[in-house]
């Protein structure tokens, strides 16, 4: 089993709030002339850590399972053969599908030192920072980008291997899934400069959704976490997250439900207790409020809607 790269290496930023959760930033260390570190991590279905960030870029190969990355304001779904990217911007969490295990590599990267880039072209390659944002979507499909994906699976299994030359074998894929990535992404011109927020002034509720959100939870729990009014709460949230705080909670219920549908033969009304319903009728109102269709035809019909 790979070392962690950074649990030894944890800087805290606690919000100064009584009753907070921290938002955490963790300062990855790398080894004297190997710009590339990572793990190998069997992810459950509870969710990693809180909200997080770290010092360098990340990118990460999903082997197998299912589940949901929060980053920052996205709630972002992942099945097997899935690449996320994840700048040093964003705070994100992942956890599984309930009941399940999803296995993970993640890598990471000092970029500067491991491409060298050596001209105007390079340098621009190089630059993830537009990868990031609230109209980014960190989680690609091989469905959509099979060659990003290709090449997050040929990441993963040089750095696990550690064959001869797998660092210049790293540094070469990197190049190529780059510089597709800048591709798929182009710099858009027209782009209007992105809405900044204090994600920080929420954070507690989002830790308490992502990890009891099988569990009732109200608005009135979530305001005292955040040590805020019922009502400040709520207008804070819409302001960070786009959505109303039972809405968010709703969607991550029915995505985790969605990716249950298409992966197993759970029974309905099983999987609507498994998120979070204590009725099938509200699960199936939900669900029809959300996907458009019911549980049982999205199941029936998931080759479909493999975009979740």
């Not at 070392?3 to 290496?9: F, H, R, S």
């Not at 809180?50 to 920052?72: D, K, P, Q, R």
């Not at 099988?214 to 960070?240: Q, T, W, Y």
Request: proline share 6%.
């Amino acid at each position: 089993m790979q070392k962690n790269p950074y649990t030894m290496q944890k800087r805290s930023k606690t919000i100064k709030l009584e009753q907070s959760v921290p938002l955490t930033f963790y300062e990855v260390k790398f080894e004297e002339n190997q710009p590339v570190t990572g793990i190998f991590q069997k992810q459950g279905d509870d969710p990693v850590s809180f909200l997080h960030a770290h010092n360098s870029f990340e990118i990460g190969y999903c082997h197998s399972g299912s589940g949901l990355f929060t980053v920052e304001n996205k709630i972002l779904p992942y099945t097997a053969g899935s690449v996320c990217i994840i700048t040093s911007r964003e705070f994100h969490l992942a956890q599984s599908t309930p009941g399940t295990v999803s296995l993970w590599t993640f890598i990471y990267m000092d970029l500067p030192k491991l491409l060298r880039p050596g001209n105007a072209e390079e340098l621009e390659i190089s630059d993830c920072s537009r990868f990031a944002g609230p109209d980014f979507n960190n989680i690609l499909f091989s469905e959509d980008f099979p060659l990003i994906c290709a090449m997050g699976k040929l990441l993963a299994e040089e750095f696990n291997n550690r064959k001869s030359n797998w660092l210049s074998a790293l540094r070469g894929i990197m190049w190529v899934l780059l510089s597709e990535m800048h591709r798929r992404f182009p710099v858009e011109t027209d782009s209007k400069e992105p809405v900044s927020y204090d994600i920080s002034l929420i954070a507690p509720a989002l830790d308490r959704i992502a990890e009891e959100y099988r569990k009732p939870l109200d608005i009135p729990g979530l305001a005292e976490l955040c040590c805020m009014s019922p009502g400040s709460f709520r207008r804070h949230f819409n302001a960070v997250i786009d959505s109303a705080p039972l809405n968010y909670l709703h969607t991550i219920r029915i995505q985790m439900a969605s990716l249950m549908l298409k992966d197993s033969n759970t029974p309905i009304s099983e999987i609507a207790s498994a998120v979070g319903y204590s009725s099938l009728s509200s699960f199936n109102r939900q669900f029809l409020k959300f996907r458009g269709i019911s549980p049982r035809e999205f199941r029936s019909c998931q080759d479909k809607y493999i975009d979740l």
